[in-house]
């Protein structure tokens, strides 16, 4: 059988046919390939213009002639001088540009030529002016670095989170302004280009139609924030060690405010600094959750150091729209006093109980203080939700993972305190209620307070930045809970919410061996 074959050869400009005898008789297939090429002659856009005499004598065969024809829209790549061998090559092709979507030039290829004028010993800044200089189209003369197939191999769709600002005019080391990406922390960005170890190409999600920008690879990133790791690392914390797990948030009750309750948020402070690992946040993948409107909320998490105001934001927005949102009721094996009930304050289980679910991992945090267990049970979450509101939530970080999971899709929100002269003035003026048992109790900080808090929130922030899909600063009350609330709102009537790749199995396989039937039974839920 004889197959001919089509290809285009962007190097020389010409179609390649090929002949192509194939042996179907033998167990493996023998080829015989002819390869004879005829220029192309019809016009195209780009315009590829006869291959001059000499191109191919003095370059042998791995010269390339493009000629672009000019537009108002710029060329959309950058030139550098190769140092070792001082050839000037394409530094960068911006995706979406004119040299993009022509796909003729590449980056890594050497420019031996523009406009018929050699390049040798030209410094990129004299190569400007040639290109002003052509009217209606740019000639260059190319050596190529890649092969097409390389090129493609590297065009996938990736979205990911910003988690970190990036202002380019803040950036020193950026290689070009004008072609860089500006983003703020919590902005999907499309990656296009993933090439360069240090510099990335991406483009917003609202714009990814348009052209591509520079911005800093996660490496280059985390080696920024590696060379100014804070001192904070190091010192060591005052603080109490008291026999408490990692995680125990201070209290199991809204706004409850007692003595053990401050000492749990103490070890707090000294095991997050000790403990974790250290990860700076700089992108997440993500993919588009598109919630149906028989969905489940979404829970909410808040997180943030001990006294930044996690209780007051929870208590606001529960007092704000009591029909939107619910809390868990904590378990506790202490006794039940007089004014509270059942099912409402806490679930009074025995020890015998408690434990059990110790052991059932029903937990989502736990610990004892003054010899009784406390504990956030993963039922008590599914209750509020199966009410159909909103479950707000509140737990170290460190415990997130528990609950990070696509069954409850958590909307992380770290509340951080802001600068310590806003954080002294607020809290010092501030007159609050806290609730019924503690009527007009207002919490007193001291200075030390305030550089704790302020501490641990930038370990918290660096070690599990990467979970925290929103940053709220509660400086003024009033405006943090404002933002907060428009914030939950926006997000619980989304139709496309972005969301870590990990949970794409949005449908989850759960295997249980039944004791009665000795069967695997497969139970699959979403
Ligand atoms: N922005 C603010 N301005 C002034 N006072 C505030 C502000 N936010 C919170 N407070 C007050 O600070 C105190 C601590 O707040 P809250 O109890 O909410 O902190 P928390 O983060 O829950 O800490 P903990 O876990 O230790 O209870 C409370 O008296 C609260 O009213």
């Known amino acids: 059988?004889?197959?001919?074959?089509?290809?285009?050869?962007?190097?020389?400009?010409?179609?390649l046919f090929s002949a192509c005898q194939i042996d179907w008789t033998q167990p493996s297939l023998t080829t015989i390939l002819t390869v004879f090429s005829i220029p192309f002659a019809e016009d195209f856009e780009?315009?590829?213009?006869?291959?001059?005499d000499d191109a191919l004598e003095d370059e042998e065969d791995s010269v390339k002639i493009v000629s672009l024809v000019k537009t108002k829209e710029p060329l959309g790549a950058t030139i550098k001088r190769d140092t070792s061998t001082g050839a000037i090559v394409v530094a960068r092709i911006m995706r979406g540009g004119a040299a993009d979507k022509s796909g003729l030039i590449h980056e890594g290829d050497e420019l031996k030529e523009v406009n018929g004028v050699s390049l040798e010993h030209r410094k990129p800044k004299e190569i400007l002016p040639l290109l002003?200089?052509?009217?209606?189209?740019?000639?260059f003369k190319i050596i190529p670095a890649y092969s097409r197939e390389e090129m493609s191999t590297t065009k996938q769709k990736l979205f990911v989170r910003a988690l970190f600002d990036y202002d380019p005019n803040q950036d020193p080391s950026i290689p070009c302004k004008?072609?860089?990406?500006?983003?703020?922390?919590?902005?999907?960005?499309?990656?296009?280009?993933?090439?360069?170890?240090?510099?990335?190409?991406?483009?917003?999600?609202?714009?990814?139609?348009?052209?591509?920008?520079?911005?800093?690879?996660?490496?280059?990133?985390?080696?920024r924030v590696a060379l100014q790791r804070p001192k904070a690392l190091f010192q060591p914390r005052r603080g109490l060690c008291v026999s408490l797990p990692a995680g125990l948030r201070r209290s199991f009750r809204l706004g409850?405010?007692?003595?053990?309750?401050?000492?749990?948020?103490?070890?707090?402070?000294?095991?997050?600094?000790?403990?974790?690992?250290?990860?700076?946040?700089?992108?997440?993948?993500?993919?588009?959750?598109?919630?149906?409107?028989?969905?489940?909320?979404?829970?909410?998490i808040l997180v943030g150091?001990?006294?930044?105001?996690?209780?007051?934001?929870?208590?606001?927005?529960?007092?704000?729209?009591?029909?939107?949102y619910?809390?868990?009721?904590?378990?506790?094996?202490?006794?039940?006093?007089?004014?509270?009930?059942?099912?409402?304050?806490?679930?009074?289980?025995?020890?015998h109980m408690f434990e059990e679910l110790i052991l059932s991992h029903r937990f989502i945090e736990y610990g004892s203080y003054r010899g009784h267990y406390y504990g956030t049970s993963l039922d008590s979450v599914h209750r509020v939700m199966a009410e159909g509101k909103v479950c707000l939530l509140d737990a170290h970080p460190s415990k997130i993972k528990r609950v990070y999971t696509s069954e409850f899709k958590p909307y992380v929100v770290f509340v951080k305190p802001p600068r310590i002269e806003e954080l002294r003035l607020t809290r010092r003026r501030a007159k609050f209620v806290r609730d019924e048992e503690d009527t007009n109790q207002v919490r007193i900080f001291s200075e030390a307070d305030f550089e704790d808090m302020i501490d641990l929130a930038e370990n918290m922030e660096r070690q599990?930045?990467?979970?925290?899909?929103?940053?709220?600063?509660?400086?003024?009350?009033?405006?943090?809970?404002?933002?907060?609330?428009s914030d939950l709102e926006k997000i619980q009537e989304a139709r496309v919410q972005w969301v870590p790749t990990e949970w794409s199995f949005f449908c989850q396989l759960h295997a249980i061996w039944s004791r009665d039937t000795n069967m695997i039974i497969i139970i699959n839920f979403s």
């Open 326 to 351: 619910g809390v868990t009721v904590p378990h506790t094996t202490r006794e039940k006093r007089r004014q509270e009930s059942e099912g409402v304050d806490y679930h009074f289980v025995s020890v």
């Open 305 to 324: 150091p001990s006294g930044v105001g996690v209780n007051e934001l929870k208590r606001r927005l529960l007092i704000s729209d009591p029909d939107r």
């Open 132 to 139: 002003a200089r052509s009217k209606d189209e740019v000639r």
């Open 178 to 223: 004008d072609a860089a990406l500006a983003f703020k922390r919590g902005d999907v960005l499309q990656i296009v280009s993933m090439e360069d170890d240090t510099w990335w190409q991406a483009c917003h999600l609202e714009d990814s139609n348009g052209g591509a920008g520079l911005i800093p690879s996660k490496e280059l990133h985390e080696r």
């Open 1 to 15: 059988m004889l197959r001919v074959c089509m290809a285009w050869d962007t190097y020389r400009g010409v179609f």
């Open 46 to 52: 780009p315009v590829l213009p006869p291959i001059p």
């Open 256 to 300: 409850r405010k007692s003595s053990w309750a401050k000492e749990a948020a103490r070890f707090r402070r000294w095991s997050a600094g000790v403990h974790s690992s250290i990860c700076p946040p700089t992108y997440i993948k993500v993919i588009p959750y598109h919630r149906e409107p028989k969905d489940r909320h979404r829970v909410v």
């Open 464 to 485: 599990y930045g990467h979970l925290f899909d929103k940053v709220i600063v509660n400086a003024d009350i009033a405006s943090a809970f404002r933002e907060l609330r």
